[in-house]
């Protein structure tokens, strides 16, 4: 058996896994001595650095050319952190003094490659990792990668495998009856890069949470007419309140009071400055956005000034949407509108369950780990999982260190058996 003979070198002339990177290449079986981690986002990146503080060298698999692909290539320009830089930190490095309290998407990327940079962290890239499944007999990971030529790919071998492919892996497109016959471009988010392209067109919006909302404020300021389709009940609240971030400020009330005090202080402060948001058409869930967050993880609507364009008619307001006709649409109220485009700002899913061949960490139904938050970073048989609390890039750094700590553990405790154990008892 092929994965055996790569053990057996390795083990002939390794006996305590000592760490070491590998190089690509086509066919055959590696093995690699230490976790391979599927993503080099900030997940990816965050468990990386923490295991490399310890001593443990992974093998970091991504679909992409580059590192954060999803800032990279698949957010709109004016994207910046929803909240404050010091939330936003991956462990064991901050961001530069000198930038902003909201860094924008550019500023974001250089801290990651300066991230990655800092603990030497170079993934493989433009692997795609088709499948992964654990071998019983061999008590290992056999994961199996398809590079960018036509019939490339590559079969790993590892003890601990960690899913870092985040809760954004792919779009999520939703099927609108009469999509075909619209005529006009429709594209999501992902693909929406500025309003430019959009000047003096009538465009409809379809999702109302932070995303849908700045790309709308986006096309206001390119004199675009935006509109935006609010299907369900939505939180807004101000980014800020009396000159500290909302987030900071929920933080800090946590550690003294309730939830649900905290969210009612919160939805006051909404009010006095932002209005009745209902009367607007934005009606608000009868939950509290701090509860509704911790129970389905849907995040609240921070204003950026989005609202502001909603209360002067620079932004209508339309309920979900019924049909498409050509350069029509149809609402579930009754009301028909001409738009040129839309775009869709429906957000992303997990892509775990098309690759990773398990049945008992995740979901099939949505991907994510079936332990909630704080217990879903591990699995059995040395299988973990970052990126996937709801919780932004705070619950990846909690995450990545867990996940360190716990390898490092199951690291020390292997060498200690190999080393009490006489050599001869090993191929």
């Known amino acids: ?15 305590l896994y000592a760490n070491r990177r590998i190089s690509r290449r086509s066919g055959g079986c590696v093995y690699v001595s ?57 462990p064991l490095m901050g961001f530069p003094p000198a930038l902003p309290t909201y ?11 300066a991230y990655a940079g800092r603990f030497g962290i170079r993934p493989q890239f433009n692997e795609m990792v088709a499948a992964a499944e654990h071998d019983r007999a061999w008590g290992l990971w056999r994961v199996r990668s398809a590079g960018p ?51 003096g067109k009538r465009v409809l919006v379809v ?9 709308c404020l986006d096309l206001c300021n390119h004199n675009a007419m935006p509109s935006l389709v609010v299907r369900d009940t939505v939180h807004v609240l101000p980014r800020d309140v ?82 498409l006709k050509c350069h029509t649409v149809e609402f579930v109220d009754g009301r028909i509108e001409k738009f040129d485009a839309i775009i869709l700002a429906t957000g992303y899913k997990s892509n775990v369950p098309t690759w990773l061949k398990e049945g008992s960490m995740f979901s099939k139904d949505d991907g994510f780990p079936r332990q909630a938050f704080p217990n879903g970073w591990k699995g059995e048989c040395g299988l973990y999982a970052v990126g996937f609390t709801r919780r932004g890039l705070l619950g990846v750094s909690m995450d990545a260190q867990r996940i360190a700590e716990d390898m490092e553990r199951c690291w020390k405790e292997e060498a200690k058996h190999r080393m009490q154990v006489p050599n001869c008892l090993y191929p």
């Open 242 to 323: 009396l000159g500290r971030s909302t987030f900071g400020l929920s933080m800090w009330l946590l550690k003294w009071l309730p939830m649900r005090l905290v969210d009612r202080l919160l939805l006051l402060a909404a009010r006095v400055m932002l209005g009745d948001t209902a009367r607007l058409g934005l009606n608000r869930p009868k939950v509290g956005p701090l509860e509704l967050k911790n129970l389905n993880g849907k995040t609240p609507v921070l204003d950026v000034g989005a609202l502001a364009k909603i209360k002067s008619g620079d932004i209508k307001v339309y309920p979900g949407i019924r049909r």
């Open 149 to 199: 030529k036509e019939g490339e790919e590559t079969e790993y071998a590892c003890r601990w495998l960690v899913v870092a492919t985040g809760e954004n892996a792919e779009a999520v497109v939703p099927e609108i009856e009469g999509m075909e016959s619209f005529g006009g471009p429709i594209k999501h988010t992902s693909m929406y890069r500025r309003g430019e392209e959009f000047r």
């Open 34 to 90: 230490g976790p391979i981690i599927v993503g080099a986002g900030p997940s990816g990146l965050a468990v990386a650095a923490c295991l490399k503080q310890r001593g443990i060298e992974s093998v970091i698999l991504e679909r992409s050319d580059c590192i954060a692909s999803l800032w990279q290539k698949k957010t709109y320009r004016r994207l910046r952190l929803h909240l404050p830089k010091q939330f936003c930190e991956l």
């Open 207 to 215: 999702g109302c949470g932070n995303s849908g909302m700045e790309v």
């Open 1 to 15: 058996m092929e994965i055996l003979k790569e053990i057996e070198g390795k083990q002939s002339h390794d006996p």
């Open 103 to 113: 860094p924008d998407k550019q500023e974001f990327v250089e801290y990651l490659e």
